[in-house]
T-cell receptor
Framework: NAGVIQTPRHKVTGKGQEATLWCEPI?????VFWYRQTIVQGLEFLTY????????DSGMPKERFSAQMPNQSHSTLKIQSTQPQDSAVYLC????????????FGEGTRLSVL | GEQVEQRPPHLSVREGDSAVITCTYT??????FFWYKQEPGASLQLLMK?????EINEGQGFTVLLNKKDKRLSLNLTAAHPGDSAAYFC????????????FGDGTVLTVKP
């Protein structure tokens, strides 16, 4: 079984440009999560979908960040007008949605904003 | 909200020694607990999940102890080997959304031959 697939693995953008990150969850998983990992802040929850519906976006920065899940096979995280402080590894995870199932993580997208 | 403190941030041991990593959390309603391992340049690999109030779970070469009374979670690698060198993260979740995790800051474990 393929795990969570994230593309691209690395992305370099200039300040002010837009970045779109893609995630393909494990087939059959109904819950999709986005996290961000930096040296300074560690691992931070961003947002969560269940059955494609947005459930909790309490970790998303209020401006410039948006996430969507247009179908069960992929989710996107879009960052508009990227800033150097957005540089991080963005991790996508999925789970079956059952109450005791741990999210399984993809390999992440390393975003570098110059 | 939930806060998770993980100690130590760095740990260096000799091959064959034990290594203990501990997390304490604040939310008494936390119910689901996980340990992840992250090798350099790789993603988070699930090591163990534990849910019961006081539980010892044994995996391959490690033991996890949860003490809900003290709000403490620990990972004990019983006989570390160089392949165990990695960053380890505890993660805590409350309620029914087990995917919304609060992570500890991680422990970088180095096992020297």
């Amino acid at each position: 079984n393929a795990g969570v697939i994230q593309t691209p693995r690395h992305k370099v953008t200039g300040k002010g440009q837009e970045a779109t990150l893609w995630c393909e969850p494990i087939s059959g998983h109904s819950a999709v999560f986005w996290y961000r990992q930096t040296i300074v802040q560690g691992l931070e929850f961003l947002t969560y979908f269940r059955n494609q519906a947005p459930i909790d976006d309490s970790g998303m920065p209020k401006e410039r960040f948006s996430a969507q899940m247009p179908n069960q096979s992929h989710s996107t995280l879009k960052i508009q007008s990227t800033q150097p402080q957005d540089s991080a590894v963005y991790l996508c995870a999925s789970s079956s949605g059952r109450i005791n199932q741990a999210p399984l993580f993809g390999e992440g997208t390393r975003l570098s904003v110059l | 909200g939930e806060q998770v403190e993980q100690r130590p941030p760095h740990l260096s041991v000799r091959e064959g020694d034990s290594a203990v990593i501990t997390c304490t959390y604040t939310d008494p309603n936390s119910y689901y607990f996980f340990w992840y391992k992250q090798e350099p340049g790789a993603s988070l690999q699930l090591l163990m999940k534990v849910f019961s109030s006081t539980e010892i779970n044994e995996g391959q070469g490690f033991t996890v102890l949860l003490n809900k009374k003290d709000k403490r979670l620990s990972l004990n690698l019983t006989a570390a080997h160089p392949g165990d060198s990695a960053a380890y993260f505890c993660a805590v979740s409350a309620g029914t959304n087990t995917g919304k995790l609060t992570f500890g800051d991680g422990t970088v474990l180095t096992v020297k031959p």
